[in-house]
């Protein structure tokens, strides 16, 4: 009996390292991937099966949001300013201040912008989606 739970345990250990093995080769060599034409620029998960996506597919970045059912196109954003929102998501906040000494508000608001350094750069980071909802807003607002 225990040469059997010795023999179903080295098993099942065999199997992992396989598994293990296996993920390791397919992520270097970039199977399961895709072609590159499409990418997800971030995501966030808005309750337990929906999601907003923002998605480039060549020159295109489009917001979609996606449940089990479907998936809705919400906007289309221009590439320059998602691409601008990344790299100010990315960059060190007083890097940022530094740079755009003299830029008024913006200046400001990037300095005043305090993330958690674990998260920071991530989807998780409150302050980085806070910075882009504001960017599509001031796109998407009608000028009288």
């Not at 009996?1 to 080295?10: A, E, N, P, Q, S």
């Not at 979609?64 to 196109?73: H, R, S």
């Not at 958690?116 to 001031?138: C, H, I, K, M, T």
């Amino acid at each position: 009996m225990t040469w059997m739970i010795i023999r179903l345990v080295l098993s099942l250990a065999f199997i992992a390292v396989v598994l293990l093995f296996a993920a390791r080769v397919a992520k270097k060599r970039g199977l399961g991937q895709g072609n590159g034409l499409i990418e997800v620029v971030a995501r966030q998960r808005m309750g337990r099966t929906s999601t907003v996506n923002v998605v480039r597919i060549a020159d295109v970045v489009l917001v979609v949001g996606a449940t089990e059912e479907q998936i809705t196109l919400l906007a289309e954003v221009d590439a320059d300013a998602v691409d601008a929102a990344l790299r100010e998501r990315r960059a060190p906040v007083h890097v940022a201040a530094a740079t755009a000494e003299g830029a008024g508000e913006e200046t400001h608001a990037l300095a005043a912008r305090s993330a958690s350094p674990a998260l920071a750069g991530s989807v998780f980071d409150r302050n980085g989606w806070g910075v882009f909802v504001n960017q599509l807003r001031e796109r998407t607002v009608r000028k009288s």
